[in-house]
Structure formats: structure tokens, C-alpha cells
T-cell receptor, first 116, second 113 residues
């Protein structure tokens, strides 16, 4: 079991460019989560999917950020027109399910996004 | 809205000395608490999960939950330098139809050889 895989590990973009981050959850896990981590804000919830369906995107900035899960083996987080304040480590996590919200989240190593 | 705070921000202990980390939360109706740690440049590793008042031990890690006082502690027995990391407390909230994991800002633990 390779765990949650995130690519790329590091991404540098210029202001205004688009960034796409990839996540491959643990095989068999039905729930996928995206978090953002900065020194100032700590870990912030962005969005999550259950059985590929978007369930809660209350943490997503309404403009420029979008997340998709086209199949059970990967999810993407896309940031359009990146800004310096988007610089952060973006973490993806998966869990077997969230039905009883007692499932453990397993995190990937994250993608460090730097917007110049 | 559940708020999670951790103290101290940083802690230095000698190898083999007990390390104790504190986490406070604002909504005692939560019943799902996790401790994670994060080594520099790495993802989060779950250490121990606790769902009811009392203690839960996983290896050298013991979580102690007291919802009446809104505290959940993590005790690390005989820490090693390899235990130096950022320790994060997380509380689940699960209103109907949704689910989130709220994290504290972490305690940076340094274990000196």
C-alpha cells in the first residue's frame, strides 16, 4: 500500500498562471479530502468527496479554486490565476468512509505551491 | 463553530523524559479526537484516536480526554530524537450531511539527545 500519493511535490507558478494539483487516494477508500496548510493559518479544510461526489466545499475560496474527482483513483485541485497568497502546502487525505465520521484520515505528503 | 487550540507552541525535552501536550476545544458535544504528527516536509501521521472520556494508549503515545474540562492531552513516553516533529490535535465535527476535521495550530516538539 503506497498510501496517498500527491503530485507534484513542489510547484512554482507565476502570478496569474494556473496550477493543477493531483491526488491518488488509497485504493478502496471512498472519501477524499483537500486541506491547505500555511504557517499563519495552520491546516484549513477546503473540500471533500464521497464516492466521487462533492459533499462539502465550504472551505474552498469561491473564486479561482475548483476540485474534481473524475474517477475513484484520483482527484484534482485546480487554482486559476494564482496569487501569492495561494502559496501553501496543499494536503490530500483519504479515508475508508465518513458515514460514522469515526474513520481515520490518511494524508499524503502534500504539494508545496509557491506563487511568485 | 468548533475551535481548537494547542499549547505550548513549542516544547523541548530531553531524550527519555515524558512530553505532555495540551489541546483545548470549544464544543464538548464532539466525540471524535485525533492526534497527528508531521515531520518536516512530510504528510500527517495518525498517532492515536479517542472517542470517549478517559485514556487511550497506542505504543508510546497516550491520549487523555476530559470533555467536561474541554481538554485532550497527549503524553509521549520516553521520547526519542526521531519524535521531534509538529504535533497536531484534530477534532471532528459532523453535522448532518457534512463532515470536517478541525485542526489546532500544533506544538513543535524537539527531543534533545
Amino acid at each position: 500500500n503506497a498510501g496517498v500519493i500527491q503530485t507534484p511535490r513542489h510547484k512554482v507558478t507565476g502570478k496569474g498562471q494556473e496550477a493543477t494539483l493531483w491526488c491518488e487516494p488509497i485504493s478502496g477508500h471512498s472519501a477524499v479530502f483537500w486541506y491547505r496548510q500555511t504557517i499563519v493559518q495552520g491546516l484549513e479544510f477546503l473540500t471533500y468527496f464521497r464516492n466521487q461526489a462533492p459533499i462539502d466545499d465550504s472551505g474552498m475560496p469561491k473564486e479561482r479554486f475548483s476540485a474534481q474527482m473524475p474517477n475513484q483513483s484520483h482527484s484534482t485541485l485546480k487554482i486559476q490565476s494564482t496569487q501569492p497568497q495561494d502559496s501553501a502546502v496543499y494536503l490530500c487525505a483519504s479515508s475508508l468512509d465518513v458515514g460514522a465520521y469515526a474513520e481515520t484520515l490518511y494524508f499524503g505528503s502534500g504539494t508545496r505551491l509557491t506563487v511568485l | 463553530q468548533q475551535k481548537v487550540q494547542q499549547s505550548p507552541e513549542s516544547l523541548t525535552v530531553s531524550e527519555g523524559a515524558m512530553a505532555s501536550l495540551n489541546c483545548t476545544f470549544s464544543d464538548r458535544s464532539s466525540d471524535n479526537f485525533r492526534w497527528y504528527r508531521q515531520h518536516s516536509g512530510k504528510g500527517l501521521e495518525v498517532l492515536v484516536s479517542i472517542f470517549s472520556d478517559g485514556e487511550k494508549e497506542e505504543g508510546s503515545f497516550t491520549a487523555h480526554l476530559n470533555r467536561a474540562s474541554l481538554h485532550v492531552f497527549l503524553h509521549i513516553r520516553e521520547p526519542q530524537p526521531s519524535d521531534s516533529a509538529l504535533y497536531l490535535c484534530a477534532v471532528s465535527i459532523g453535522p448532518s450531511g457534512s463532515w470536517q476535521l478541525i485542526f489546532g495550530s500544533g506544538t513543535q516538539l524537539t527531543v534533545m539527545p
